[in-house]
C-alpha cells in the first residue's frame, strides 16, 4: 500500500492491523474528533510578570539551576525555571541564554500548530528564567513508570483510551519536527493520575510534553517527518494544519533571523515531505 493510502486508510480507521484501529483522531462515525487542532492543546500564559518570590522545588534536570511555583501578577500560576549552560556528551556548549532562545522558539511553534506542549515565556528583566504554566500533575518517572517507556512506541500504548493517544502521538510528532531528541520519562506531565499502575488513564487525562530546551538539536529532514508521521499515524489533515501553522508563523514576520532559519527548514521539511497532501 502507498504511503499516502496508508495515512489515508489510518485517519478513516480502515487499517485493520494497525494498533489505532478505530483511531484516535476520529470517532466511531468517521468524524474528526474535538481534540485534532483548534482544541487548545497547547498551554499558555498571559503574562510575564510574577508576583512575590517563587516557592523552591526540587526538580531534576541537567539545565536547571532553579526551579519553583509563583503566582503571577496576571492571578495566573507559573512554573519558574532558571536555565544554566549546558555541554553535551559530544562536547557542544550551549549557554543560558541559547538553551532559552531555543526552548522559545518551539513554544511559538507549538502555539502556531496547537501541540500539546506548554508556553515558554521569558520573565520580565532576565535572560535566562522562563515561566511556564504550572500543570497539576506528575511526570511519569515521579509516578513510578518502569522502562520501557510506553509514549516511546504506539503499540505500548495502543489500549490508551484515544485522547490521550493522540495527545502522545501529536506531542512526539512535534517533537520530531523540532529536533526534540529530550523526551525521556520526565519531560512529561500528566495530569488525573497519581499512580503508574493502580490509577489508569481516564478520558480526562491530560498529557503534556514539557522542556524543550535542545530543540533544533538533532538533524531532521523531509524523510525524518514522513517517518514519524507514519510511526505515529499523523493524519492527512492534522499533517494540513501543521503546515498552515508554521507557514503563518514564518509568514508572520515577527521572527528574528536565527528563528526564522530554523522556521523556514521545517517548513521545507513538511513540503518536501508531503508535497501531493500539500500541493507542493
Known sequence: MAYRSILS??????????PFRGNQYRDANGNPRQTVGGNKQFRSLRGDEIDGKPTEFSVSG?????AGKALMKSGEVAFV???GSWTSPKGTKYTAEDLVRREMLASKIGAAVDAPIRSATLLKGTTDTLLHPFIEGKTPFLMGCKNPF??????????YPPKVRQQVADAQFFNALVGNGDT???????SSRDSWDNNPFTDSTTVTSIDHSLAFVQHVDSYTLQAEAKYWSIPDERIVSITKGVDGLLAGGKLDPWETAQVSSISKNLHDGFPQLLGS
Open 9 to 18: 486508510a489510518i485517519a478513516k480507521g480502515d487499517f485493520e492491523n494497525h
Open 62 to 66: 541537567n539545565q536547571k539551576v532553579f
Open 81 to 83: 525555571k532558571q536555565v
Open 150 to 159: 510506553p509514549f516511546e512506541s504506539p503499540t505500548t500504548i495502543a489500549n
Open 184 to 190: 525521556h520519562w520526565k519531560n512529561w506531565m500528566v
